[in-house]
């Protein structure tokens, strides 16, 4: 019951607050003098609008030119293709260093038979660490690469690669011994 009494109590204080703020004057003479003072001002006048030049769009040019951001490409010109017969042999069993790339061996050394003086052996160290015996006519690489030549300080290579164009062709490639301290 006290809450009901509570709320009225409270309605009634804040609706007379409110009606403290609608006095009723019967003098309003000011605010008339007021109104009558700003409406005999002279009207100010505005500036007419300026004249504005019509818009010339821009006429791009460049769109049939090359894109900057993209790679030329050559362009292709019908070159009767030549045919080689250097290819490599796809029934050929792979030697066990033909899956090193040629910058991953290096040439540690030769060694020569003693029962035969023209067979010479090249050493090649693979990237594992583990040497092995190389001798005319053995692969070593990925390119296909046939021993040619052997000597002391090298071993030159025939390696077929593509020639970018459909075909293969030959490359020669050679493996120095590195020069010791």
């Excluded at 006048?45 to 049939?64: D, M």
């Excluded at 293709?81 to 066990?96: A, C, G, K, L, T």
């Amino acid at each position: 019951m006290s809450a009901i009494l509570s709320c009225k109590f409270w309605a009634v204080t804040l609706l007379v607050l409110l009606m403290q703020g609608c006095i009723w004057v019967e003098d309003t003479a000011d605010l008339r003098a007021f109104v009558a003072d700003r409406s005999s001002r002279p009207v100010g006048e505005i500036p007419p609008l300026p004249e504005f030049k019509p818009y010339e769009a821009f006429v791009y040019e460049g769109s049939s030119l090359r894109n900057p951001f993209r790679v030329m490409m050559p362009e292709v010109v019908d070159q009767p293709q030549e045919i080689s017969d250097v290819y490599p042999d796809p029934d050929r069993i792979n030697d066990y260093l033909e899956q090193f790339a040629v910058d991953n061996l290096s040439m540690v050394g030769t060694i020569t038979s003693p029962l035969e003086v023209e067979l010479m052996y090249a050493l090649v160290r693979d990237p594992l660490g583990e040497v092995h015996r190389v001798q005319m006519g053995d692969y070593l690489g990925l390119d296909n690469g046939q021993v040619i030549a052997l000597d002391e300080r090298r071993i030159e290579l025939s390696e077929i690669v593509s020639n970018g164009r459909g075909g293969w062709m030959q490359r020669p490639r050679t493996i120095v011994l590195p020069e010791s301290n």
